[in-house]
């Protein structure tokens, strides 16, 4: 059996199978030793060279090193610079062996170096033959003669066998038509299936073999059994429970399961790699190769098993063969087995005359008839339906009506449906020689005539349809199908069609489609909705700019580009309406929940180009995207449309479901017959596997084909994937041409533009393309000048130049097609991953969608010249034959963090709710085994919610590990940590964050920084080559400022080098090296700045100064010790280096004006460019003043003012930011940090600006802290301002709380009034009153009470009321609330209780209510506010009723803080005033919380240590814990929204069924944290859960309500109230409409803080019981009344 190679699902169409050897062998190492054999005979190896040099050269190994170095070198430039390692070292050991025998570069090696590499540098072959001459001195004649006989011939005439000579064929054996197939009788032939694999042999000559499954034992004679089976897979499974989660005797039956089925070994190969992985190849080939004889085995044992266990009935009669058979489906496929396997043991000993009469002989009817029975009784127990976990059957999918799928179509005829394979399409030929196998692929059939036969006139749309669509008659088939849900349905979307068919008119449809919901009256109201169109590529981005914005500008939409390229300030945000940006950069701004929240709310289209990519390594991030965007639109109830945009894909629908597509009105699916011009594609495999002769064979296939396209008149584009590849390839081509007569083909038309032709060429400043151009050649890349990419665009699109060499840019970011483009090559080094990869299949459809010019060609033609090894995987992939599967579990960690951090996600919950909304969810279901999900586990749990659970629980833990994120498993919350956040933001993988945690520390020097940053996770990919040492080693020796740990030997100390090197801006010369620097700097700048804000919430200073210097370094590419000047563009660096020889800093140039300087470096007239220089370098000054709040708390008032000239083309036009921060150099510690931003108007206008913070100080008093204002992005702008605390005053030590005593509560009996008694409901006092009730009651001094809330403190004042009517009966009591609300509750309170129970008069004097003076003269207690009270006193003198006050009672008098704490202090002060001039005392009672310096206020008021009571806030009848959690962000309403969310877990977690007040600090807040918190509950399970009255009842409310958003919260069970809003009696009215009737209601109040106790009030007079500070209602306190304070 052949060594499985390719999946199932290609074998299915493709019709391709896996080689097999002529040589059937079961040891492994036999044929591993074989293929060693093969490779020796392909010549010599550069390890072998290597090792023969190392082994005999008599000189020193640093000699002979540096030959091999140079060597490697030399052959580096001879075949290209980004060449990969391998490649390079196989020229190397070429040019050795051409060279050894020669002194001199002859003809005879030029030509061969010519025909070989293509054009190359002679110094660099006569340096070859230098070096190789002194290599072969070292080495002895009998190793040079050895390797002249494994290469055959050194004069290349090896080359001239006759190809064929060492071709084998496989003998036809007899039992070659026998199949493992049920769908086939017993005397049928199989069809013989031709292998497209080719295996290299010695003489470059290859086994074309066929596909053979016959299963001839050709291992040890060991019976092939169970016990067997399980044995050999114990060998590759060491642990007990594997990684599929299931044991392995479950494993082994599971694959007896599969190996029993009736399909053919061909189809079970890739199920046994999706059950077995990969990575057992061997396993899988011993399997298929006996599973004829395990099967067989096993089954006769079972029946054995089965006969045995029958009691065999005694026969006194003979029987025969029951005439009527009944059999299962079952029974019919183990009996033909058997009878096959019969046949085929006795056709291979020679036995076939005998067969009939061995039937015949062993034919036993009672054993027969014991069989039959056996068979019987098992059947009775068998499931009636029998469900196969893995069945080869097709299920036909579900018709949809704009599906389009010929492939489809197919698969739903009856001859697949009955086993027979899919081929590739009809037409098709494959074409062997003996350099290449070559697969031609017709252009498809033309469309079906009757689908979108109907095209939809521009004319027909409205007038903005009209104006995008300008210049456009109609929209093309497709569009015209897509049209209808597109521009009139805000359905979701996924259109799958070729590249080239129009999909970006769809998007625009979509576009106008949603700028027309926001019309009104002819305006577009541009500030309601944001488009977000997600490119895959930076060029494309810019391409998609250009067009939309050129198509949308008469509509007066913006359209900018928003990448890593391209950052976009607020406001520019603000003022666009369609956002073009890539997967990476939108996940970014939708990661940050602060500063972008109204960003991401506004969008309401998401479009997202190449949705194909989700098999790619950035899958994952249009996978969180989506399934971030949907779960948006679920929790705000707000309307995102999504549109998917793809090529031709194979498992559509599963990527429709993934968008929340409706198949049946948003999934149109077009295949290649709808393409604007049909594509021929021709897929090339070059059989040769050295690396040497591949090159030469990829530049004879290219040229080939080229000329072939030539010849017809056609233009043809040849891509390749470096820059300097195209001029190499170009150059080749053209000496092709030349030495083959062909050069005229090539040659420019003699039109008219002929002259301006030649004139255009001869201008251009690139050597190469000066010589390529006259020929007919071109080249093209990114590198190249504009002006030069312009003419050659322009002259091929005008048809003068036939070829052009290019690279995948010119697929991307220009529009220019030609008939046929040919891929040469598909390996290319990819930076991100370190390495050579495959070109991706995006890439490849992009370059075959430039094939064929919809104006003047009938088809176009795509052809890919690619190694031999690849072809089947092209050849799939352009086929569309293998699904896509998601990549998301390899990212779901850092998603998971980024979520967390987000706020969308807080509990393990939501998060395995969230992997639903996945890629990964839909294909986990269908595909279970790719993801490692067992097939048990998908049959108990069809929804994988355990599967899903233990994925959430162990990332979970992994974050947790890395202090990413707090993970409270028992509870299953998830908490973000400023590091978790700090990685979201910035990108940071998780494994990275594992480095900094072991490496990260609060003292680190600039090398240790970069040190940390270089093992990053980022760069693991990134490999050290043997090629780059020596370009290395001098990048350390010269550019590197700072040592390399580890030096260059590994990958951590390849990036240091690369990174140091690119801020020296050392130039490069290997092509590799530079991708990696440009890969490493853009990383290593995400990574720095990351680390600066991680030492921020650190606090420390000294590594936060040196990261964001390191920050800056790595932006500007210059050091910290390099003039600050270099940063000016307009300075010539000769200027610069002047100055620093002179050591004239920055400081010392401010001092000096522009002659001064001009003198100072020679060149007076840059006097004056230095100095304007020098002052346009942000420059602040700071002065601070400070001020102590308590001893531990100091309040900061920084004033900060500008001292540098603004200039727009250095500074832009908005801010320039600042770090500035305050640190303890004593303890190395930062105590608070701001960014601050420096607006363009205020360093004009040259204002003071004023920053106001508070930070902590201690005892003993440090001698002085720093301010530290650093600039954000400019080196060398730093100001520092030294706080000093030598003459600092703190204020005196606070008294301790007022200890609250164990006493014995006091009965109201203590009163002593029966009348007073009567009063209260209660028949104890509390703790606290019964503390102060002697004080308060028998004595006349003044009091100060401080309390928490709920502690009884109005009982106290009433207390002391009580006194006065008592003891001084005649005066007056004056109560002084702070609102005017509170004063009418206690009027009504007071009126029932003072006047009707003991006939007091009481009067109310408030601004709203003035009583008139007898009225007033008259009453014992007047209630009032502090500013109606201070304008009745301040006519003491003739006011006699202020006279006779005795006492003032002062409520919240807290409040001398606030902005009313003035008229409270005139009250006080003239309340003494007048008891000075009347002798008459008035006694002064304070109540107020808990306070910090009770003392000082007590002293104000005259109280002596008896009068003072200040109880500590944990003073509570009712215990109170507190939850405090903060939330990071500057602005206000981010924050507020982020806070949301956790708000309503709060809820949910500590009282999901009692009241709960929620403070906000706004009005309009109310409304928007109420209307969020429905929309939480409406994606909640439960969205009435609040609400415990029946909905008929809160019905009338409707009608009375009077504020936006009232009426729907309250169907929710929220209740919105904010101050000053509503009057009190509606207030009233409406609590009691609602609480009366009610046992239990759930509200939500949010208003602001200083009306907590103001409510509390309010809903008194509502309740029926009472209410008061005890928090008594239904006889049960209020134990879960939480006061959530988001700070």
């Not at 062909?742 to 000066?770: E, T």
């Not at 008694?1317 to 009651?1337: A, D, G, M, R, W």
Request: charged content about 25%; hydrophobic content about 40%.
């Amino acid at each position: 059996m052949n060594l499985p190679r390719l999946s199932g699902a290609l074998r299915v169409f493709a019709n391709v199978s896996a080689n097999v050897s002529d040589q059937h062998e079961d040891d492994i190492s036999s044929r591993r030793r074989s293929q060693r054999q093969n490779k020796t005979k392909e010549g010599l190896t550069w390890k072998e060279l290597n090792s023969a040099v190392r082994k005999n050269a008599k000189v020193d190994s640093k000699i002979y090193n540096t030959a091999l170095k140079e060597l490697i070198s030399c052959a580096k430039s001879i075949v290209s610079t980004d060449s990969d390692g391998e490649t390079i070292e196989a020229a190397a050991a070429f040019l050795f062996e051409l060279f050894k025998t020669t002194d001199v570069v002859s003809q005879r090696e030029t030509v061969r170096l010519r025909n070989t590499f293509g054009p190359f540098p002679a110094s660099a072959a006569t340096k070859t033959c230098d070096i190789v001459k002194r290599i072969s001195a070292w080495l002895p004649d009998d190793f040079l003669e050895i390797s002249d006989s494994k290469r055959g011939d050194g004069d290349g005439e090896a080359d001239d066998f006759e190809f064929g000579s060492g071709i084998k064929f496989s003998e036809f054996s007899d039992d070659f038509d026998q199949d493992f197939s049920s769908s086939e009788s017993e005397d049928e032939k199989e069809v013989k299936d031709w292998d497209i694999e080719y295996t290299a042999s010695s003489s470059n000559s290859g086994t074309i073999c066929y596909l053979d499954n016959n299963d001839q034992d050709r291992g040890p004679k060991a019976k092939k059994d169970m016990k067997w089976l399980e044995t050999e897979i114990r060998k590759y499974f060491v642990e007990e429970e594997t990684s599929l989660g299931m044991p392995v005797s479950q494993l082994t039956s599971t694959v007896f399961d599969v190996l029993s089925s009736t399909r053919s070994d061909n189809e079970l190969q890739n199920e046994l790699f999706d059950l077995l992985g990969f990575d057992r190849f061997e396993l899988i080939q011993m399997l298929l190769e006996n599973r004829k004889k395990v099967v067989k085995s096993v089954v006769t044992e079972v029946t054995k098993a089965v006969l045995s266990a029958m009691p065999k009935p005694k026969v006194d009669r003979p029987t025969y063969g029951c005439q009527v058979t009944v059999q299962s489906e079952e029974e019919k496929r183990l009996v033909k087995l058997y009878r096959k396997e019969e046949k085929k043991a006795s056709r291979k000993g020679g036995k076939k005359g005998d067969e009939t009469s061995h039937d015949k002989q062993n034919f036993d009817p009672r054993e027969l008839k014991y069989q039959r029975e056996a068979a019987l009784r098992s059947a009775a127990t068998a499931p009636l339906f029998r469900t196969s976990r893995v069945t080869g059957n097709y299920a036909p999918r579900e018709k949809f009506p704009f599906v389009f799928d010929t492939y489809e179509e197919a698969r739903q005829s009856s001859a697949f449906v009955g086993g027979t394979k899919l081929c590739l399409p009809t037409g098709f030929d494959k074409t062997e020689s003996k350099l290449y196998d070559e697969i031609n692929i017709p252009p498809s059939d033309p469309a079906p005539t009757d689908i979108g036969n109907k095209l939809v006139p521009i004319a027909s749309l409205d007038e903005i349809g009209q104006l995008a669509f300008k210049g456009t008659k109609t929209l093309n088939r497709i569009q015209s199908v897509v049209f209808e849900s597109a521009y009139n349905t805000n359905e979701n979307l996924l259109i799958c069609a070729p590249t080239g068919a129009g999909k970006t008119n769809v998007a625009m449809l979509t576009i106008l489609h949603e700028i027309n919901q926001h019309l009104s009256q002819g305006v577009i109201k541009k500030d309601e909705f944001k488009v977000v169109y997600i490119a895959p590529m930076k060029a494309l981005a810019a391409e998609m700019v250009r067009n939309f914005g050129g198509r949308l500008a008469p509509l007066g939409i913006s359209v900018r580009e928003l990448t890593g390229d391209m950052s976009l300030t607020k406001q520019e945000i603000l003022k666009t309406q369609m956002l073009v940006t890539t997967p990476e950069k939108w996940d970014v701004v939708t990661r940050k929940s602060t500063g972008d929240v109204a960003l991401s709310q506004l969008v309401r289209l998401l479009i997202i180009d190449e949705v194909h990519l989700l098999h790619d390594d950035r899958g994952p991030v249009i996978e969180t995207l989506v399934a971030r965007t949907i779960r948006q639109v679920e929790s705000s109830q707000s309307m995102i449309r999504i549109v998917g945009l793809s090529a031709t894909l194979p498992n559509y629908i599963d990527v429709a479901r993934f968008l929340n597509v409706n198949p049946y009105l948003g999934l149109f699916f077009f295949d290649g017959r709808f393409r604007p011009v049909p594509l021929g594609q021709t897929f090339i495999g070059i059989k040769t596997t050295n690396k040497v002769q591949q090159l030469q064979d990829f530049n004879t296939v290219c040229y080939e084909k080229v000329v072939e396209d030539v010849r017809k008149g056609h233009q043809v584009m040849v891509f390749v994937h470096a820059r300097n590849e195209t001029v190499r390839t170009a150059m080749t081509l053209l000496e092709m041409a030349r030495n083959q007569g062909d050069i005229q083909l090539f040659a420019p038309n003699n039109s008219s533009r002929y002259g301006d032709f030649q004139k255009s060429a001869s201008h251009s400043r690139n050597r190469q393309l000066k010589e390529l151009l006259p020929e007919g050649f071109g080249i093209h890349h990114a590198g190249m000048l504009r002006q030069d990419r312009n003419l050659v665009e322009k002259y091929f699109a005008d048809g003068m130049l036939k070829v052009i060499c290019c690279t995948a840019t010119l697929a991307w970011g220009v529009n220019l097609p030609a008939h046929a483009v040919i891929i040469k090559g598909t390996q290319l080094y990819d930076a991100k991953r370190g390495s050579f990869v495959d070109l991706g299949i995006l890439d490849v459809m992009q370059i075959f969608g430039r094939a064929g010019r919809p104006q003047y060609d009938k088809f176009g033609h795509g052809t890919i010249i690619t190694t031999h090894d690849k072809l089947s995987r092209y050849l799939s992939l352009m086929t569309r034959q293998n699904p896509i599967e998601s990549q998301f579990i390899a990212s779901l960690t850092d998603n998971l963090n980024a979520e967390i951090a987000l706020g969308t996600v807080t509990n393990v919950e939501e998060a395995v709710k969230w992997i639903s909304y996945t890629y990964l969810f839909v294909r986990m279901r269908i595909n279970p085994l790719a993801y490692g999900v067992p097939y048990t586990a998908l049959e108990t749990d069809p929804r994988l919610e355990k599967y899903r659970y233990d994925l959430i629980v162990s990332a979970g833990r992994k974050l947790d590990k890395t202090k990413m994120i707090r993970f409270n498993e028992a509870a299953g919350y998830f908490f973000s940590t400023d590091l978790g956040r700090i990685s979201s933001h910035f990108y940071i993988k998780y494994d990275t964050v594992e480095v900094i945690n072991e490496s990260f520390v609060s003292l680190m020097n600039e090398a240790d920084i970069l040190a940390v940053v270089s093992r990053a996770q980022e760069f693991d990919q990134i490999k050290v080559r043997e090629d780059e040492m020596v370009e290395l080693d001098m990048l350390m020796n010269h550019d590197c400022v700072m040592d390399v740990p580890g030096g260059k030997e590994n990958t951590h100390g390849k990036v240091n080098i690369l990174l140091q090197s690119y801020i020296s801006r050392a130039q490069l010369q290997s092509f590799s090296l530079i991708s990696d620097q440009a890969y490493v700097a853009q990383n290593a700048a995400r990574i720095i700045r990351a680390l600066f804000e991680m030492a921020l919430k650190q606090g420390w200073p000294l590594m936060a100064s040196r990261l964001l210097m390191l920050c800056k370094v790595v932006d500007k590419r210059l050091w910290g010790c390099d003039s600050p000047l270099h940063q000016f563009p307009l300075l010539n660096p000769e200027l610069i280096y002047k100055l620093e020889e002179k050591n004239l800093t920055i400081d010392r140039l401010r001092d000096m004006d522009a002659k001064e300087i001009g003198h100072m470096i020679h060149h007076v007239r840059m006097g004056s460019n230095i100095k304007r220089c020098v002052e346009q370098i942000p420059t602040l000054s700071l002065d601070a003043t400070i001020q102590p709040i308590t001893r531990t708390v100091l309040r900061v008032r920084l004033n900060i003012t500008p001292e540098f000239n603004w200039d727009d083309k250095v500074h832009g036009s908005v801010a320039e930011p600042f770090q500035i921060w305050v640190e303890d150099p004593e303890n190395n510690h930062i105590y608070h940090s701001e960014y601050f931003m420096l607006h363009k108007k205020q360093v004009k206008s040259g204002d003071v600006q004023t920053l106001v913070f508070t930070i902590p100080i201690f005892e003993p008093l440090p001698s002085q802290y720093y301010v530290k204002a650093v600039s954000d992005r400019w080196l060398g702008s730093e100001c520092v301002c030294a706080i000093s605390f030598q003459h600092l005053i703190l204020p005196e030590k606070h008294p301790p709380h007022t200890e609250l005593l164990d006493l014995h509560p006091l009965p109201l009996t203590v009163l002593n009034d029966p009348k007073l008694e009567s009063l209260y409901k209660f028949t104890h006092f509390n703790p606290v009153q019964t503390q102060i009730f002697h004080t308060l009651y028998h004595n006349d001094c003044n009091v100060l009470l401080g309390a928490p809330t709920g502690s009884g403190k109005t009982i106290a004042a009433e207390l002391a009321i009580f006194r006065i009517f008592r003891e001084y009966p005649g005066s007056k009591a004056v109560y002084i609330a702070p609102l005017k609300a509170l004063v009418r509750e206690r009027m009504e309170d007071w009126r029932v209780r003072f006047e009707q129970k003991l006939g007091k008069k009481v009067v109310e004097l408030t601004g709203d209510v003035t009583p008139d003076m007898r009225a007033v003269a008259k009453a014992d207690l007047i209630v009032t506010t502090p500013e109606k009270w201070d304008g009745v006193s301040r006519s003491w003198q003739t006011r006699n009723y202020v006279k006779s006050v005795n006492l003032l009672v002062i409520d919240e008098i807290h409040l001398l803080g606030d902005d009313r704490g003035p008229v409270l202090e005139v009250i006080v002060s003239r309340t003494n005033f007048i008891s000075s001039h009347t002798e008459k005392p008035v006694r002064v009672v304070g109540l107020s919380t808990a306070l910090a310096n009770a003392r000082d206020l007590a002293d104000w008021l005259g109280i002596k240590q008896m009068g003072l009571f200040n109880f500590r806030p944990s003073v509570r009848p009712v215990p109170l814990e507190v939850h405090i959690t903060g939330f990071t962000g500057q602005h206000y309403c981010p924050r507020m929204a982020t806070m949301n969310k956790p708000t309503f877990q709060a809820v949910k977690t500590y009282s999901p069924s009692k009241p709960v007040l929620v403070f906000v600090s706004s009005r309009r807040q109310t409304r928007l944290t109420a209307l969020d918190l429905i929309a939480f509950l409406a994606a909640d399970e439960n969205p009435k859960q609040w609400l415990h009255m029946p909905e008929v009842e809160v019905s009338h409310l409707y009608l009375s309500s009077i504020m936006t958003g009232f009426p729907l919260s309250v169907i929710f069970g929220l209740f919105i109230i904010f101050n000053s809003f509503f009057l009190y009696t509606t207030y009233v009215k409406v609590c009691e409409s609602i609480l009366l009737p009610l046992t239990s209601v759930t509200i939500h109040i949010r208003f602001i803080p200083n009306l907590q106790d103001y409510f509390v009030k309010l809903i008194t007079p509502c309740t029926n019981k009472s209410f008061q500070r005890n928090a008594v209602h239904n006889g049960e306190p209020y134990q879960s009344l939480k006061y959530l304070n988001c700070i």
